[in-house]
C-alpha cells in the first residue's frame, strides 16, 4: 500500500511502532519524527507535491497513537480526516490488542 502510493502521488507512509514516549507529547513525537525523516516530497514553496508525507505512529505500552499529516496532504488527507480514520478503523483493532490489523487498516 505504502509504496503504491508513493508510486501513484508520490506522497509517502511511514509506520512508527514506539516501546514508549518517554514522558513525550504524542504529537510532539510524531511530528519529530516526520521532520528528522523528512518523510514527504522536498520542494520549493508552493510546490503542491511538498510535504506530502504522513506518519502513523503507536505506542501500545501507553496506548497511544497519533497519524500526522504533512502541510502537503491537505488536498488528500486534512489532520481532521486522520483523527477520524485513527478512531473508525485503527482504534477499534487496537483495543483488542491487535495492532498489526489496526495500522494496516489505517494505512489502508
Known amino acids: 500500500i505504502i509504496d503504491e502510493v508513493r508510486a501513484k502521488s508520490g506522497g509517502e507512509i511511514v509506520v512508527v511502532t514506539l ?3 518517554e514522558g513525550r507529547n504524542r504529537d510532539e ?3 519529530q ?3 528528522e ?3 514527504g516530497r522536498r520542494g520549493e ?3 503542491a507535491s511538498r510535504n506530502t508525507g504522513v506518519v502513523v505512529m503507536v505506542a501500545p505500552t501507553e496506548r497511544e497513537w ?3 499529516t ?3 496532504t491537505t488536498s488528500f ?3 481532521g480526516e486522520a483523527g477520524r480514520i485513527g478512531r473508525d478503523y485503527m482504534l477499534p483493532h487496537f483495543q483488542q490488542g491487535d495492532f498489526g490489523t489496526g495500522l494496516l487498516m489505517g494505512v489502508t
Open 19 to 21: 516501546q514508549s514516549l
Open 29 to 31: 513525537v510524531a511530528l
Open 33 to 35: 519524527i516526520g521532520r
Open 37 to 39: 525523516w523528512q518523510i
Open 45 to 47: 514553496a508552493g510546490d
Open 66 to 68: 497519533k497519524i500526522e
Open 70 to 72: 504533512g502541510t502537503g
Open 77 to 79: 488527507i486534512t489532520a
